[in-house]
T-cell receptor
Framework: AQSVTQPDIHITVSEGASLELRCNYS??????LFWYVQSPGQGLQLLLK??????LVQGIKGFEAEFKRSQSSFNLRKPSVHWSDAAEYFCALDSGNTPLVFGKGTRLSVIA | GAVVSQHPSRVICKSGTSVKIECRSLDFQATTMFWYRQFPKQSLMLMAT?????????EQGVEKDKFLINHASLTLSTLTVTSAHPEDSSFYICSADHYLRSTDTQYFGPGTRLTVL
């Protein structure tokens, strides 16, 4: 069965520092992968998605993610974090035949 | 950990009938629940935000008379698809916002696959 693991429950970074959020998946074929962000009290917002092609995907708000098949990973990165990036981030997998499988989320805190 | 359930997991209905989907937070109170619709090979679409004891807030383009949402208690929200049509066939996913915002607050249900014949 497919699964998504986000190993880090909570990450704190300084404003202006770089960020990498980890996501590992388990699936027998090439999945469709997503990163969502959720601010407190808000619904999910799609940051970026990977379907095929270029393994480095650019998203909104300056985020990017790299699909690495050999590592079954789809880590999210941002070169310089802003205080407004503090939120919950979810990695999700779509096998095309079931509802999205989400990771448990990583909460990002940004300090001055 | 916190668990959100959805019932039913799968439902098949005839065109023109109504279907109710339940979303329950099993071991925590959820002041806010979200309903999403998932299109095949596409991202999730937020349909509405459901707050306990008040009317749901619908996203633009979502027909509130067609997708009735009721959040009668802190552990239950329901989505009723009225007069369902084949184009309503989709996965519907709910999520619940833990009332303790200092914790890992967002929990997703497993989804409900609706097929309208």
């Amino acid at each position: 069965a497919q699964s998504v693991t986000q190993p880090d429950i909570h990450i704190t970074v300084s404003e202006g520092a770089s960020l990498e959020l980890r996501c590992n998946y388990s699936y027998g074929a090439t999945p469709y992968l997503f990163w969502y962000v959720q601010s407190p009290g808000q619904g999910l917002q799609l940051l970026l998605k990977y379907f095929s092609g270029d393994t480095l995907v650019q998203g909104i708000k300056g985020f990017e993610a790299e699909f690495k098949r050999s590592q079954s990973s789809f880590n999210l990165r941002k070169p310089s974090v802003h205080w407004s990036d503090a939120a919950e981030y979810f990695c999700a997998l779509d096998s095309g035949n079931t509802p999205l499988v989400f990771g448990k989320g990583t909460r990002l805190s940004v300090i001055a | 950990g916190a668990v959100v359930s959805q019932h039913p997991s799968r439902v098949i209905c005839k065109s023109g009938t109504s279907v109710k989907i339940e979303c329950r937070s099993l071991d925590f109170q959820a002041t806010t629940m979200f309903w999403y619709r998932q299109f095949p090979k596409q991202s999730l679409m937020l349909m509405a935000t459901s707050n306990e004891g008040s009317k749901a807030t619908y996203e633009q383009g979502v027909e509130k008379d067609k997708f009735l949402i009721n959040h009668a208690s802190l552990t239950l929200s329901t989505l009723t698809v009225t007069s369902a049509h084949p184009e309503d066939s989709s996965f519907y996913i709910c999520s619940a916002d833990h009332y303790l915002r200092s914790t890992d607050t967002q929990y997703f249900g497993p989804g409900t696959r609706l097929t309208v014949l």
